[in-house]
T-cell receptor
Framework: KNQVEQSPQSLIILEGKNCTLQCNYTVSPFSNLRWYKQDTGRGPVSLTIMTFSENTKSNGRYTATLDADTKQSSLHITASQLSDSASYICVVSDRGSTLGRLYFGRGTQLTVWP | EADIYQTPRYLVIGTGKKITLECSQTMGHDKMYWYQQDPGMELHLIHYSYGVNSTEKGDLSSESTVSRIRTEHFPLTLESARPSHTSQYLC?????????????FGDGTRLSIL
């Protein structure tokens, strides 16, 4: 069964600190892995997309890594800011159909305290 | 910032009413999607479209229907709302070409059926 599991479910950190969010997946055949940020009451916004051949990709203070062999990804946030408080969603796409079916994790709820 | 708009943002309405949730995008994207999201849960695909006059049901069974008469417009309709339809509905779009293209999401409609 194709699944995407994220950990931790929630996380609280102090402003300025770093943190790492985890994503494990069983989706096969694999096409790409995406990280989205969803602010409360808003739609998800894409942070990174990585294909099989990419093992790291950065977007400002966000750095995603991918290990396609172990089917694991992480999202590292550096020097956190209050505006980083949001849900971070891991999404994996398969290449078994023209649609490129997306499998969504339940997200990690990050809270940054001042 | 993606140009995809959903209206209304919030809707509280009684059981049995007919509801139409609007979604419009100005990016010329051929692919459009409707997702349902409950608190703390993953997004579930309920409808998608490859282009004008193309609509398909997603993975999650839904009593809603959709239409795609114009590229930019993808409304979702509930003929007779019930309390079980209470949820957040997110619309998204992506270009026709390239499975590694991100989906751009609207900010959603939070629907409450009394």
């Amino acid at each position: 069964k194709n699944q995407v599991e994220q950990s931790p479910q929630s996380l609280i950190i102090l402003e300025g600190k770093n943190c790492t969010l985890q994503c494990n997946y069983t989706v096969s055949p694999f096409s790409n892995l995406r990280w989205y940020k969803q602010d409360t009451g808003r739609g998800p916004v894409s942070l990174t997309i990585m294909t099989f051949s990419e093992n790291t990709k950065s977007n400002g203070r966000y750095t995603a890594t991918l290990d396609a062999d172990t089917k694991q990804s992480s999202l590292h946030i550096t020097a956190s800011q209050l505006s980083d408080s949001a849900s971070y969603i891991c999404v994996v796409s398969d290449r078994g159909s023209t649609l490129g079916r997306l499998y969504f994790g339940r997200g990690t709820q990050l809270t940054v305290w001042p | 910032e993606a140009d995809i708009y959903q209206t209304p943002r919030y809707l509280v309405i009684g059981t049995g009413k007919k509801i139409t949730l609007e979604c419009s995008q100005t990016m010329g994207h051929d692919k459009m999607y409707w997702y349902q999201q409950d608190p703390g849960m993953e997004l579930h695909l309920i409808h998608y479209s490859y282009g004008v006059n193309s609509t398909e049901k997603g993975d999650l069974s839904s009593e809603s229907t959709v239409s795609r008469i114009r590229t930019e417009h993808f409304p979702l309709t509930l003929e007779s709302a019930r309390p079980s339809h209470t949820s957040q509905y997110l619309c998204a779009s992506s270009p026709a070409t390239g499975v590694n293209q991100p989906q751009h999401f609207g900010d959603g409609t939070r629907l409450s059926i009394l």
